[in-house]
């Protein structure tokens, strides 16, 4: 998208990287016949390409967290889908409203659609559909509120055009609802079927005409707690016999077959048929003129803890129109127990056999919320605890042979801050998802934007509490970061050798670390401790000498994670080699404050970092300065009454910057006098805006800064460094929702032009072309004049609070041609952009 400012330059921004993971509750993944996978993420609809390994885009629309997502057509009706052009997705949330959305296949752009007019009153918890012709479909959702609804949806036959949906029925369930739905077309007859199963363990059919009245059928008891799946195959017709099968999952860990098989019964044989002979079979019932049986076929028994999905294997064409097909007998299964499942009927028996296992090693997840196919049935993907995605693909020639593959990673917890590194190769987030996660790009693919697509390759922190705040430490030394999280200790972290090996391997093309550097450290990786607390080294010489013992002595402690041995990567890693082998090791503690850490800053030589934590009163709003190397508190500096909210080092590090819930901002003169001794003073202390100051953010040719508030303002000052005080030159045109982030790069030196980047409380990102004259002579400033350069686009922006915003490089080079733009949410979601702004 771009942009025209007021003096004729244009504006234009990409979209680079998206990152996040997945809410963590069952539904909320759904795999459709386009190839392209959905998920929640907080309060936005994420769209995830199995083949790129990337998010493409955000849905935004819905105001609180999405439960569920429902493709249609979904990967089970692939084989009708050939012909169509667009493609819809259901989304549910916790307010109970379901969304409508449209993608056109060809055109590769999203459409909103509509709102379905009947909400429930609570959380959506599932959302179900068949696709019964091209043109249209049956969907039904159910709520915690204990109702269903069942509605039609006429498809439009050209992109943009009307839908039309209307509500086939609206039934209460009582005060134990469905969590589960599956609907199916019956054989034989004009009629539907749906399966509704929850917290009382009991499988619910309902039947009734495509555009009429559904009535419940029967019950089917079997399960001893709650169901929490419910597939149904597609008509399957073996020794003359049409029928639908029926699989169910629930949390007593057991999946069960349910076969409804179609009875040729006239209507005047009906009492005849209904003796208890034919009850003894299982139960029967009726629907439009046919008799139908459900027997249960087998219980499949294998995993060791709640089997929360089962989905049947999409069926393959048999005809290049699509209008046959064949439904393959396997079914996949996933559970808590960290394992997904294949199942199969034996050739010569029939008995259903367990065919294939995978699952995952990691110590953080607690197992698996649901398993997909893809549309072609050769991948499969799960969503775990830990807000993960993993996927294994059938590269077997004769015989199955299941590999994992990489996928797209995030945090599944507000993202709470970001960090470059000090040369930019790679972006430093943390959240309070209690992770610590790093994205960089991959410069050895081929695929995706400018001939690079990132990817997390490390989780150098993996955390016991929620992590508020982070700093890289600039400098010429190794890579290191301070991470404040919510307790009083601020923690210092130094990249170990296997990290600096895997960087260079992604960002170049020799896959060399220097020889000095390698002998300079001495740390490979870092282990787990018992709590999640602390990282400690493993190094080089001690971890070659155990493993010349054994391979897991020297290692295995009480207080370690024995299998976290820290290996280089050479490709995009998955779930289990982040959460496992890319732990950075804790090196200093830095102790002082008296409540939880809440915001970081370091010079910009690397000299020196403060640090300010949650503070009701003066005395503990104070703001520790530490040096770099000796970790020596050098300062403790006193101007806020209450949480100091972000602080920021002026570019040639004179002056510190701070800003507080208590409204005011204040500047400290720093000084350094000697080797190991700083100065500081405070140089103004106002009041500045009339709510919250959430963000500041300095001017990189100069000594303005800029600051936000809850005020929706945003204001523009200067240090007058002869009168030792803080002049406001200008406030921003006031902004439609609180500013909660700011950004400030440099774009042209000569005339201090640059770019302001502002993110807000609804997720929406503005750009501001602010230009001044040089200082005059007197040391006055000249006001710089605002344009509004660019408002980014819903679907490049996040859906919830911006929290951060940080350019790669706090100056551009005349040379360049675009800026780069990181930000985080409490979306989940760590975002990259280049932003193109050429000189005049």
């Known amino acids: 998208m771009a942009s025209v400012t007021s003096d004729g330059t244009q504006v234009r921004v990409e979209r680079i990287f998206i990152g996040a993971g997945c809410n963590r509750i069952v539904n909320n993944v759904s795999w459709g016949a386009s190839g392209l996978v959905s998920f929640g993420a907080q309060n936005a609809v994420a769209i995830f390409c199995p083949e790129s390994a990337q998010i493409l885009t955000t849905l935004p629309g819905h105001k609180a967290s999405v439960n569920c997502t429902h493709w249609i057509p979904s990967s089970k009706f692939a084989f009708k889908a050939r012909q169509l052009e667009k493609h819809f997705l259901l989304s549910g949330d916790a307010d109970g409203v379901i969304l409508l959305w449209e993608f056109s296949l060809f055109e590769k752009k999203w459409r909103y659609v509509l709102q379905l007019p009947q909400s429930h009153k609570k959380g959506v918890t599932c959302i179900t559909g068949i696709l019964v012709s091209h043109h249209e479909s049956v969907f039904a959702s159910t709520s915690s509120d204990g109702t269903v609804n069942v509605w039609e949806l006429i498809l439009p036959s050209t992109y943009g055009g009307v839908c039309s949906l209307s509500c086939l029925d609206f039934f209460n369930v009582g005060r134990k609802p469905m969590v589960s739905l599956s609907l199916a077309e019956l054989p034989g007859s004009n009629c539907l079927v749906l399966a509704m199963g929850g917290l009382d363990s009991k499988i619910h059919l309902y039947c009734g005409e495509r555009t009429g009245k559904f009535t419940l059928a029967c019950e089917l008891k079997s399960h001893t707690d709650w169901i929490r799946s419910l597939d149904f195959s597609l008509p399957m017709c073996t020794n003359g016999d049409t029928s639908i099968l029926l699989v169910s999952s629930s949390q007593d860990k ?6 409804l098989a179609l009875k040729d019964v006239i209507a005047n044989h009906r009492k005849q048929e209904m003796s208890l002979e034919f009850y003894i079979k299982g139960p029967a019932f009726v629907a439009g003129s046919s008799y139908y049986q459900v027997s249960m076929e087998a219980l499949l028994i294998g995993h060791e803890d709640w089997a929360y999905s089962v989905e049947w294997q999409p069926p393959s064409s048999s005809s290049d129109e699509g209008s046959e097909c064949y439904q393959p007998q396997s079914i996949l299964s996933a559970s808590m127990d960290k394992t997904m499942m294949i199942w199969k009927p034996e050739k010569i028996t029939g008995i259903w056999m367990n065919v294939v296992t995978v699952g995952e090693l990691s110590h953080c997840a607690l197992g698996f919320y649901g398993g997909h196919w893809s549309p072609c049935g050769n991948s499969i993907l799960a969503h775990g605890y830990g807000g993960s995605f993993h996927l294994w693909k059938n590269v077997g020639v004769d015989m199955d042979d299941w590999k994992p593959q990489k996928v797209t990673s995030g945090h599944f917890a507000s993202v709470s801050d970001i960090s470059w590194a000090r040369c930019g190769e790679y972006v430093l987030s943390v959240s309070h998802d209690q992770t610590a996660r790093i994205f960089a790009p ?61 960087l260079d391997f992604f960002t170049s093309d020799n896959g060399r670390v220097s020889d000095n550097l390698q002998v300079e450290v001495q740390i ?17 010489r001690a971890l070659s000498e155990a493993q010349q013992v054994n391979n897991n002595e020297g290692i295995d402690t009480m207080e370690t994670v024995p299998e976290a041995v820290p290996i280089v990567l050479t490709e995009p890693p998955i779930e289990e080699q982040l959460a496992w082998h890319t732990l950075w090791p804790e090196t200093h503690k830095l102790y002082g404050h008296g409540n939880e850490l809440y915001s970081l800053c370091c010079d910009h030589e690397g000299k020196l970092v403060a640090s300010a934590c949650k503070a009701q009163s003066a005395s503990v709003a104070e703001i520790w300065l530490w040096q770099v190397g000796s970790w020596k508190s050098v300062g403790r500096l006193h101007s806020h009454s209450l949480t100091v909210t972000q602080m920021e080092f002026s570019h ?19 000084k350094h006098t000697g080797s190991d001794d700083t100065s500081y003073q405070l140089v103004t202390k106002q009041e500045a805006h009339k709510r919250i100051i959430w963000a500041c953010s300095w001017n990189p040719y100069g000594h303005e800064f800029a600051t936000g508030s809850r005020d929706k303002t945003v204001k523009i000052w200067a240090v007058e460094n002869e009168e030792a005080s803080v002049k406001k030159l200008l406030t921003l045109p006031p902004f439609n929702s609180s500013v909660t982030a700011l950004s400030w790069v440099g774009i042209s030196r000569h005339n201090n032009h640059g770019l302001l980047a502002v993110g807000m409380e609804n997720g929406q990102i503005e750009l501001w072309s602010l230009q001044s004259g040089r200082r005059a002579e007197d040391g006055s400033f000249s006001p710089p004049t605002p344009a509004l350069a660019l408002k980014f686009d819903p679907f490049l922006c996040h859906v919830s609070t911006v929290n951060r915003l940080a350019w790669r490089d706090s100056e551009r080079g005349e040379a360049s041609g675009a800026v780069r733009l990181a930000s985080c949410g409490t979306d989940h979601c760590v975002r990259i952009f280049d932003v193109y702004f050429p000189l005049a």
């Open 442 to 502: 991959w410069s050895n693919n081929n695929g995706s934007v400018n001939g690079e697509s990132w990817h997390e390759i490390a989780r150098p922190q993996v955390h016991g509490h929620d992590i508020n705040c982070v700093t890289m430490i600039q400098g010429k030394q190794n890579h290191r970061f301070v991470g404040g999280a919510d307790e009083k200790v601020a923690r210092v972290f130094e990249a170990p050798l296997s990290f600096l090996k895997t």
């Open 524 to 540: 490979l990786g870092a282990n787990m401790s018992a709590l999640g607390l602390s990282q400690k080294p493993i190094y080089v």
């Open 652 to 670: 040639d590090d004179k002056y510190l910057l701070t800003v507080s819930r208590d409204r005011h901002l204040s500047v400290f003169s720093i």
């Open 254 to 259: 057991g999946i069960r077959l349910w076969k």
